[in-house]
């Protein structure tokens, strides 16, 4: 039997009491995206971690200015460990050389690391009338299929990203985040 590990660090204190149950609700998020994505079938039979961490605009601005040229702090940022197939693409643009999973066997696999940024999220919160809550449970989801090889890039691959997202947080019983023209502009999360 396989296990995901998930380790949630809070780098910030400002995480702390944000919501109810946050830690659980977090895993469960995570849990969920990792378990009703599209995988590679060596990693279904690998042992995953994965690491969330909480924090603050002023580490992700430097994180996203660092890794991605844009000096400015965002919600999620995702930073893969591996280079897994894409979902959503057509043949002609999958381009990545994908990381052999047979590698890692016998070991624990390292998914990557899923960060937020407190501020930016608590800002995206009061405008478009989400609860904190609500909206960070959908960056974590959507930051681990990040990690699993989702991605946004085309209307095809949004679209096909964004039923993933939805059909996990009904299932945890949140609304659809992108129920109007105010919501996440898909395009622009990390």
Known sequence: MTTLQIDIDTASTKWKGAFTRQRKKIEQAAALAYLMAKKPAALKAQDVSLTITLSTDAAMRRLNRDWRATDKPTNVLSFPQLTLPTHGRTAKTKTRTRTDLR?????????????????????????????????????VVHGVLHLLGYDHMSEKEAKYMEKLECDILAMMGYPNPYHDAATLDSKKTG
């Open 103 to 139: 590698l890692f066997a016998g070991r624990t696999l390292p998914l990557g690391d899923v960060i937020l940024a407190f501020e930016t999220i608590r800002r995206e919160c009061r405008a478009q009338k989400k609860t904190l809550e609500s909206h960070t449970l959908h960056l």
